[in-house]
């Protein structure tokens, strides 16, 4: 059974920095696409970011693309994304998924693409 760990949400005010970390178990890790997407209160769920199985391709959502990072461990099973220049607008539940990749850079754009979620993890910046 996979499972997706999330952790590292918190408090913080504008203008801080917050690394989120998720670990997966249960399967091979290099096998999955992964990405990172957040809810925020009555919106829908939508992508930040999403990475590759090599960790080589990346992309972003407009409304991060130059303050956050995704990356991968292979041999730690860990994702992380590194969130900089944080404002009110990324208040939100920050989740990771995995999704099966056939080819190694392939980038998973939608929720539909993903078979494994993590359960979620607060991120509240106040100004």
């Known amino acids: 059974q996979v499972q997706l760990v999330e952790s590292g949400g918190r408090l913080v005010q504008t203008g801080d920095s917050l690394k989120l970390s998720c670990t997966l178990a249960g399967d091979t890790f290099s096998s999955y696409a992964l990405g990172w997407f957040r809810q925020a209160p009555g919106k829908e769920r939508t992508l930040v970011a999403a990475?590759?199985?090599?960790?080589?391709?990346?992309h972003y959502t407009s409304a991060v693309l130059g303050r956050f990072f995704i990356d991968r461990d292979n041999a730690k099973s860990t994702t992380i994304l590194e969130m900089n220049s944080l404002t009110t607008e990324d208040t939100a539940v920050y989740y990771c998924a995995a999704g099966s990749a056939d080819l190694s850079w392939t980038i998973n754009y939608f929720s539909s693409d993903y078979t494994y979620w993590g359960q979620g993890t607060q991120v509240t910046v106040s100004s």
């Open positions: 990475i590759d199985r090599r960790g080589e391709s990346r």
